[in-house]
T-cell receptor
Framework: EAQVTQNPRYLITVTGKKLTVTCSQN?????MSWYRQDPGLGLRQIYYSMNVEVTDKGDVPEGYKVSRKEKRNFPLILESPSPNQTSLYFC?????????????FGEGSRLTVL | RKEVEQDPGPFNVPEGATVAFNCTYS??????FFWYRQDCRKEPKLLMSVYSSGNEDGRFTAQLNRASQYISLLIRDSKLSDSATYLC???????????FGSGTRLQVQP
């Protein structure tokens, strides 16, 4: 089954404790992206990647890192989480650029930073 | 000013009603337009792309007005299963990212 898989789905952590949210897709998509969703603000892009070893900042990259060592994986790293990073995070992928094709989302990862 | 603006709703309509949502975008250079649907606590999923000439998919009709910079979604004969949040999505020229509106919530009631 074609899918985007994120883990963990739910996480409660404390300020400053490094964490990684994994994302994997099995559709051989070149484009992958991370979004956060907050009430009233909609989905905002954190980082994206056009292909292996090619990553770029989105609209809200501060406090996050990403890597794209393999085509299928695009982990999101919070080196020192803070309470303002409490949010619902979505990983997404598409075959090429998202302007022309459908963006497929993972089920989301709900993160709470205390 | 937000790049993509939507009325958050909720729109409460009876089954069988016709309901329309509008969305405005600020960047006149925007090239691609979409409607995504998001069920409560779920991930967004593509509902339909929006083409300049307007397009229809079953009970759903999407239209684009470039001059006024707005996009519309019309749902005919609403079903209970149409209850969801509808996200207006725009791609701006030169950007490899989609810009999402905050969504309009629809609640179809029996």
């Amino acid at each position: 089954e074609a899918q985007v898989t994120q883990n963990p789905r739910y996480l409660i952590t404390v300020t400053g404790k490094k964490l990684t949210v994994t994302c994997s897709q099995n559709m051989n998509h070149e484009y992958m992206s991370w979004y956060r969703q907050d009430p009233g603000l909609g989905l905002r892009q954190i980082y994206y990647s056009m292909n292996v070893e090619v990553t770029d900042k989105g609209d809200v990259p501060e406090g996050y890192k990403v890597s794209r060592k393999e085509k299928r994986n695009f982990p999101l790293i919070l080196e020192s989480p803070s309470p303002n990073q409490t949010s619902l995070y979505f990983c997404a992928s598409s075959l090429n650029s998202p302007n022309t094709g459908e963006l497929f989302f993972g089920e989301g990862s709900r993160l709470t930073v205390l | 000013r937000k790049e993509v603006e939507q009325d958050p709703g909720p729109f409460n309509v009876p089954e069988g009603a016709t309901v329309a949502f509008n969305c405005t975008y600020s960047n006149s250079a925007s090239q691609s337009f979409f409607w995504y649907r998001q069920d409560c606590r779920k991930e967004p999923k593509l509902l339909m792309s929006v083409y300049s000439s307007g397009n229809e998919d079953g009970r759903f009709t999407a239209q684009l007005n470039r001059a006024s910079q707005y996009i519309s979604l019309l749902i005919r004969d609403s079903k209970l299963s149409d209850s969801a949040t509808y996200l207006c999505v725009v791609n701006e020229a030169g950007r490899r990212a989609l810009t999402f509106g905050s969504g309009t919530r629809l609640q179809v009631q029996p």
